[in-house]
Each structure stands twice: as C-alpha cells, then as structure tokens.
C-alpha cells in the first residue's frame, strides 16, 4: 500500500488549497479513504471522509461548508478541496486508508499566514 499526497503550500488566509492523493497496492475502489490533518503539538484530527464509491461523505465540524473531499476511482485518487482557508487551519494535512490495518501516507505541508 502505497499513498501519497502532494498539493500543499503557503496560501494567504480566505485562499484556497486542493490536496491530492495517489494510491497504489491495493483495490482502491474497494475502500472508503479519509483526509486528517496534526497541527503542532496537537493530536491528529480527521477532517473528511468519503465512502468508496463516493456516495456519502462526512467532514469535521472545523471544516464543513469549507472542504470538499472527493475521488476518482478511476485514477485512484483522492482529493481535499480545501477553501476559506484559515491560520488555523496550518497543518500537516495526511491521506488515510482505513479497513483492519490504517495505512498512511507522509503528509503535505499547509501553512496559512499573511
């Protein structure tokens, strides 16, 4: 299983970021698949989650109305379509793989300051 995620940057606040996530070694339609996000000293926080055909999708309190995650299955990808964006939405921002064992990727840094 390999995921990894790329998109990230520096963007002024109310600009707008789209994540994305490459996926490999697995049936990628097959499984719902999340975004989370650790900002420094934090605990890592699950922000969106879609289900794996992209029918229903879920987002954190934080970030509804602001995000949008959505998926190709058929290039076996996942995106976080991030707008509004705030200070404190600064982060590592993290694709994950949920099923028996949690696979994720290395992470993409967003950072939000003027």
């Known amino acids: 299983v390999q995921l990894v995620e790329s998109g990230g940057g520096l963007v002024q606040p109310g600009g707008s970021l789209r994540l994305s996530c490459a996926a490999s070694g697995f049936t990628f339609s097959a499984y719902a698949m999340s975004w989370a996000r650790q900002a420094p000293g934090k605990e890592r926080e699950l922000v969106a989650h879609i289900t794996n055909a992209g029918g229903s999708t879920n987002y954190a309190d934080s970030v509804k109305g602001r995000f949008t995650i959505s998926r190709d299955n058929a290039k076996n990808t996942v995106y976080l379509q991030m707008n509004s964006l705030k200070p404190e939405d600064t982060a590592v921002y993290y694709c994950?793989?949920?099923?028996?064992?949690?696979?994720w990727g290395q992470g993409t840094q967003v950072t939000v300051s003027s």
């Open positions: 994950r793989r949920a099923g028996h064992v949690d696979y």
